[in-house]
C-alpha cells in the first residue's frame, strides 16, 4: 500500500491564457496525478501543462460532495491531487467550503495564487488602475443576482465612492448595473467592457455608460466579461500625459533617492 499521502493543491488557473499560469502552479500540475478542473470557466488549453499519465476531470457537473469524494479517494490512495481553479482562487473561487470539508477529513492542502481577470484586462488595455491624484482604490464585486451580496455591499454604495472598479459576473445584470453606473459615474463617462481577457477570443469594447447594455447586445457579450469603470478608463483612452507619479519625479526625494533638483 502507498503510504505516502501529499497535500492536495488548490491552484490558479489564471484568466484563460496558458502562459499567464504561475511557475509554481505549472510545475504542480505537472507532478499532478490527478487534476480536477472548473470545466465551465477553465479552458482546456491551460492544461498542457500536466503531465503525459495526468487524470484530469471537470467539476462544471459535480456537486460539492462529488467533488470532496473525488479528491479524498485519490488523496488517500496516495495520489497528487490539484484543483484547478480559473483566476485567482481566492477571488469567486468558492474554495473556502472546500477547504472545510478537507479540513473535517485532515486531509493537507495548500493554495497556489494565480492571476485574474482584473489584472489581465488592464495589461490588454495598458491601463493602470491607481493613477497619481485621479484614483488610488480598485473595487472587485460583483452585483447581486442569483448569489446575493451583502447589504452593505451592494454595487450602488460601492459605485457612489468613484473608485477604480471592477465588475465580475455581473454582464448578464448590464441594464441594471448601468443603470447604477451612470447615477454615480455619469451616463457620458466611459466604461470597458473586457471579454474573455487572454483567451483567443479576447475582446475589449469601449462604451459610455449609457452604452454599455446595447454594446453588450450588439456586441452579442451575454457572460466571460468584465465590467470596467472609473476614471483610470478615460485616462487610458485618451492617453492624459500630465499624470506622473511622485515616484520617478526629479524633484522627488525618498529612502533611495536624495538628490531631489
Known amino acids: 500500500m502507498n503510504t505516502s499521502f501529499y497535500p492536495v493543491i488548490f491552484a490558479g488557473a489564471g484568466p484563460g491564457d496558458p502562459d499567464l499560469i504561475t511557475v509554481k502552479a505549472m510545475k504542480a500540475l505537472a507532478k499532478a496525478d490527478m487534476v480536477i478542473y472548473a470545466g465551465s470557466l477553465v479552458p482546456e488549453a491551460v492544461l498542457c501543462w500536466k503531465g503525459p499519465r495526468t487524470r484530469t476531470i471537470s467539476s462544471a457537473g459535480m456537486t460539492l ?7 479524498s479517494t485519490n488523496y488517500r490512495a496516495g495520489k497528487r491531487v490539484v ?22 477529513e485532515d486531509i493537507p492542502f495548500a493554495v497556489i495564487p494565480g492571476v485574474t481577470a482584473a489584472f489581465a484586462a488592464a495589461a490588454a488595455m495598458h491601463m ?9 482604490t480598485l473595487i472587485l464585486t460583483r452585483i447581486s443576482g442569483r448569489t446575493p451580496v451583502p447589504d452593505t455591499e451592494n454595487l450602488a454604495n460601492l459605485a457612489a465612492h468613484q473608485a477604480s472598479m471592477a465588475i465580475y459576473l455581473s454582464i448578464g445584470h448590464a441594464t441594471k448595473v448601468q443603470k447604477i ?13 473586457a471579454y474573455k481577457v487572454s483567451h483567443p477570443e479576447e475582446k475589449i469594447v469601449y462604451c459610455r455608460i449609457k452604452e454599455l447594455d446595447q454594446t453588450c447586445r450588439e456586441n452579442n457579450i451575454t457572460r466571460h466579461a468584465l465590467i470596467i469603470v472609473g476614471k483610470a ?29
Do not use: W
Open 65 to 71: 460532495v462529488e467533488i470532496i469524494e473525488t479528491i
Open 181 to 193: 453606473l451612470q447615477t454615480h459615474y455619469g451616463k457620458n463617462a466611459y466604461c470597458a467592457i
Open 233 to 261: 478608463v478615460e485616462a487610458c483612452m485618451k492617453h492624459q500625459d500630465q499624470i506622473v507619479s511622485k515616484l520617478y519625479d526629479s524633484g522627488f526625494s525618498h529612502g533611495y533617492r536624495t538628490n531631489a533638483r
Open 83 to 104: 484543483r484547478l481553479h480559473t483566476g485567482d482562487p481566492s477571488l469567486y473561487g468558492a474554495i473556502f467550503e472546500q477547504i472545510r470539508e478537507l479540513e473535517k
Open 128 to 136: 493602470e488602475y491607481t493613477l497619481p491624484e485621479i484614483a488610488q
